[in-house]
């Protein structure tokens, strides 16, 4: 599960962004980031801000797991599907496996890919849906520390660059599968419903798109309320 952030505003287009484990300061010309486990790091000039970006820029942007090419991601010598649970499967909290989610993965396994959910959430409710859908799981993975993603790589005797990570969060599901390397999609969120402390996170992705799409990042066409 994501910890509880604090947003600040503090004038002159600079913003705080406070949590348990990590903050982001971001300004229009200084990014400083600190991370639990490392030490602090002051990211100046634009060389260096377009790094921090680059580590959020996904490799491809759908609408939903259902505009994926399948075909394609095989063709690139992918085998492993790293997904995110909630807002990306499934509706936040959703208890049920749809009848369109269950076509999907039939339709991947079939191609041959193995498919494992990489989710934040709480170790019952992701054992809970796993047990239903019949996928493997790493539920509390704490993304985007490597971690999750490197359970579930070992699980099956994957390397990175054999794997997708695909998910509805840039600070979580696009950044952690770029740190290792990992091929990142990056979907809409299914629905606007979803815990607090993603709600503000959401915030900060607000401010983080723009600059992404000013470096090519093209949102996918779609009728939903997203970002």
């Given at each position: 599960m994501n910890r509880p952030l604090l947003l600040c505003t503090l004038g002159m287009g600079r913003v705080a962004v406070l949590s348990w484990s990590t903050a982001y300061m971001t300004s229009?010309?200084?990014?400083?980031?600190f991370e639990t486990g490392t030490s602090s790091k002051l990211i100046n000039g634009t060389g260096d801000v377009v790094s921090w970006l680059q580590s959020l820029m996904p490799n491809?942007?759908?609408?939903?797991?259902?505009e994926i090419d399948l075909e394609r991601l095989w063709n690139q010598g992918i085998r492993l599907i790293l997904?995110?649970?909630d807002n990306t499967l499934v509706p936040w909290n959703h208890p049920d496996v749809p009848e369109d989610l269950a076509t999907w993965l039939n339709k991947a396994h079939a191609r041959g890919f193995h498919v494992c959910i990489v989710?934040?959430?709480?170790?019952?409710?992701?054992?809970?849906?796993?047990?239903?859908s019949g996928l493997p799981a790493v539920g509390a993975a704490k993304k985007p520390k490597p971690v999750g993603f490197l359970e579930a790589l070992q699980r099956f005797d994957m390397r990175a660059e054999q794997a997708v990570m695909v998910g509805d969060q840039l600070f979580t599901?696009?950044?952690g599968g770029n740190r290792l390397g990992i091929y990142t999609i990056l979907v809409l969120p299914i629905e606007s419903k979803e815990w607090w402390g993603t709600r503000i996170v959401r915030n900060v992705?607000?401010?983080?798109?723009?600059?992404?799409?000013?470096?090519?990042?093209k949102r996918p066409n779609s009728n939903s309320l997203r970002r």
């Open positions: 229009s010309w200084r990014y400083c980031v491809e942007y759908a609408s939903s797991i259902y997904t995110d649970l989710s934040n959430n709480s170790s019952g409710r992701v054992e809970e849906f796993a047990a239903l599901d696009v950044r992705e607000r401010m983080a798109m723009p600059l992404l799409r000013a470096r090519g990042l």
